[in-house]
Every structure is written in structure tokens, then in C-alpha cells.
């Protein structure tokens, strides 16, 4: 973001009202690994909740979805930089895979400032700025741009509800709307 640019309000298109995303319940509970912004990681454990018009998706401790960029379904980290103002790093606990019963959780170590990311089928995860309360995703099929770079955001969903819509954002090249 430049100094002098401010982030725009995220416009998102939701099918019935539902601007906040409730938690309709929650099934296990997984290992235990760090999430939080780059200012600050927390201890969480990952486990699953289902959310409204999503799915049953992953999310940490306090119940915050976890996101991957398609961009990095390969392993590959894309989200650098100002990216990182609004996709917090998933911060695992240790540098090893963590156990579970959340099949699929693993660690990589980031080249940019050296923590350890917890992935999730290899992809990176994250969590989303503007998720600021438990059972939502409003990061959920965002499209933005960092440094140039085009992204796309999905929750982590290990089972999905019935078809998403489309997130739609103002203006072209800045961040999303935000």
C-alpha cells in the first residue's frame, strides 16, 4: 500500500443478509500451532466449524476461518510485503507437521521472515483482517492485488456447503477494497 493510500471499504456480494457469517457448530479439535497477525502470534488449535453458506472449514482457537491463496496452492509464497497487512500467517508452533486429528497440517519455514506457516494440504494458510469474530469469512472468495501480484482467497473448507458466490471488489489494482 503507499503511504498515502487508504483502504477502501470491501464490497462483497452475499446471497440473503448475511454480512456477518455465524458458526453453526463445530466437530474435533487438532494440534496445537500458532496463528495470528506478524505483529503477533498466538498459541490455537486448528479444528473445523461449519460456516453459513461455506461450509465445514478450518479455523483456529477462537473460531477464526483459515484461508489459502490459490495463488500458493502449490507451496509457493506469493503473500509478501503489504500483502501481510491484511492475510496474517497461520504461525505453527514448531518447524514439524503437527499431529492430529486434522489430516493434511504441515509447516513451512518463510523465506521473507523466517516463521514457520502452518499449510494445510501444502497450501500456506492465513487468516483474514477483516474476520474479526469467530464463524466468519468474509475473506472467502476475495480477489486482490500486492506488489503487482493478483490473488485470490478461498476458505480452507474440508466440506463444502451448497455453491458460493462470487466476491466481488471495487476498483482494479489497489487491494481488494479493502
Excluded at 500467517?89 to 519455514?109: F, H, I, M
Excluded at 518463510?110 to 506457516?117: E, I, V
Amino acid at each position: 500500500m503507499h503511504p498515502h493510500q487508504t483502504p477502501r471499504p470491501l464490497l462483497v456480494g452475499l446471497v440473503a443478509a448475511g454480512a456477518l457469517l455465524t458458526a453453526c457448530g463445530s466437530s474435533g479439535s487438532a494440534s496445537t500451532a500458532s496463528t495470528g497477525s506478524p505483529q503477533a502470534a498466538q498459541t490455537a488449535t486448528v479444528s473445523t466449524a461449519t460456516v453459513a453458506g461455506v461450509g465445514s472449514v478450518l479455523v483456529d482457537r477462537s473460531g477464526k476461518t483459515l484461508y489459502y491463496a490459490g495463488q500458493e496452492a502449490d507451496g509457493t509464497l506469493h503473500c509478501t510485503g503489504d500483502c501481510l497487512n491484511f492475510w496474517f500467517p497461520a504461525v505453527a508452533a514448531g518447524d514439524s507437521a503437527p499431529n492430529g486429528p486434522v489430516a493434511g497440517l504441515g509447516v513451512l519455514k518463510r523465506s521473507d521472515n523466517g516463521q514457520s506457516q502452518l499449510t494445510y494440504q501444502g497450501k500456506p494458510l492465513y487468516l483474514f483482517k477483516l474476520d474479526t469474530a469467530a464463524g466468519q469469512a468474509k475473506g472467502n472468495l476475495v480477489k486482490d492485488k500486492f506488489a503487482g501480484a493478483d490473488f485470490e482467497w478461498f476458505a480452507t473448507v474440508v466440506s463444502a456447503a451448497a455453491p458460493a458466490t462470487t466476491t466481488t471488489t471495487a476498483g482494479g489494482g489497489g487491494y481488494g477494497g479493502y
